[in-house]
């Protein structure tokens, strides 16, 4: 197993915090369900540790790390592994597409760049079949998060109309080195192709979402009133304009969506 990084890996600007216990990666990899069959995409590999468990599962393994005082240590630590390809890039803006054929996303991703890469994942969703990321334990429990409750929010309906995640575990801030502010939980992530419901204009479904949990202590119908034809949408779609916005959900902003956009095609106020 790679050494544990000395004091001078500390400062780092990319958010990183290494892994290193063998019972949580393996926990990680039987949660992902990856097969020698699979390619797998790992984001932020650091020194390679999670890297190597994905190497003696998966057939392939695409490791993508921005950090290039990483790739060389990541180099050396994964050089007998011959089915991992290590690619020095922007997690965010790497070419997702150029990759043959569908491939599983298996990481441990870096808190700052969580809900901007988990987006840029699902732009490719028709390739992904699953992802299983370890996150920040508050931003798992959002998306995993059912109507009604406190942690229930847009990001949670935003990932909910793609995906089925599932909160598989939870990990100790001491378990990484160096140790985060926080701790973490593992979110294996079922992916859909196209949206879990039929949607008529996700711009229009998106747009709604954010603005209701704008104002997310208000009146579904006061919340989204800059809506033109919003309360004869909630009538058409059976749902009480008196229910705040965290009381509604995902089926029941889809079908929302679905009304409000029939109404401005119709033209009726």
């Known amino acids: 197993?790679?050494?544990?990084?000395?004091?001078?890996?500390?400062?780092?600007?990319?958010?990183?915090?290494?892994?290193?216990?063998?019972?949580?990666?393996?926990?990680?990899?039987?949660?992902s369900g990856i097969t020698p069959e699979d390619t797998v995409v790992e984001i932020g590999p650091g020194l390679g540790t999670l890297t190597r468990f994905l190497s003696e599962r998966a057939g392939r393994v695409?490791?993508?790390?921005?950090?290039?005082?990483?790739?060389?240590?990541l180099r050396e630590n994964l050089a007998a592994r011959e089915n991992v390809e290590i690619i020095t890039a922007d997690a965010l803006s790497f070419p997702y597409e150029t990759i043959e054929g569908t491939f599983r996303v298996v990481a441990n991703i870096p808190y700052n760049i969580t809900t901007p890469l988990i987006f840029r994942l699902l732009q490719y969703r028709e390739k992904i079949p699953s992802m299983t990321l370890l996150l920040q334990k508050e931003v798992a429990r959002r998306i995993v998060a059912s109507a009604g409750t406190r942690e229930y929010g847009a990001l949670s309906i935003s990932v909910q109309l793609y995906t089925e995640p599932a909160l598989k575990f939870t990990v100790s801030r001491k378990a990484f080195s160096p140790p985060p502010e926080v701790d973490s939980a593992?979110?294996?992530f079922r992916v859909h192709p196209a949206p879990v419901f039929e949607v008529k204009d996700e711009a229009l479904l998106m747009k709604l979402v954010k603005t209701a949990f704008s104002g997310r202590r208000k009146m579904i119908a006061n919340s989204l009133r800059a809506f033109e034809g919003i309360r004869e949408a909630l009538t058409e779609s059976g749902i009480d304009p008196t229910l705040r916005p965290e009381n509604l959900s995902v089926a029941d902003y889809v079908?929302?969506?679905?009304?409000?956009?029939?109404?401005?095609?119709q033209g009726r106020p």
């Open 1 to 31: 197993m790679a050494a544990r990084p000395g004091p001078g890996w500390m400062k780092r600007p990319l958010g990183q915090h290494f892994l290193f216990d063998p019972n949580i990666l393996g926990r990680i990899i039987d949660s």
């Open 62 to 73: 695409i490791a993508i790390e921005i950090d290039r005082r990483l790739i060389e240590r």
């Open 186 to 188: 593992l979110v294996h």
């Open 255 to 265: 079908r929302l969506a679905n009304a409000l956009s029939t109404v401005k095609k």
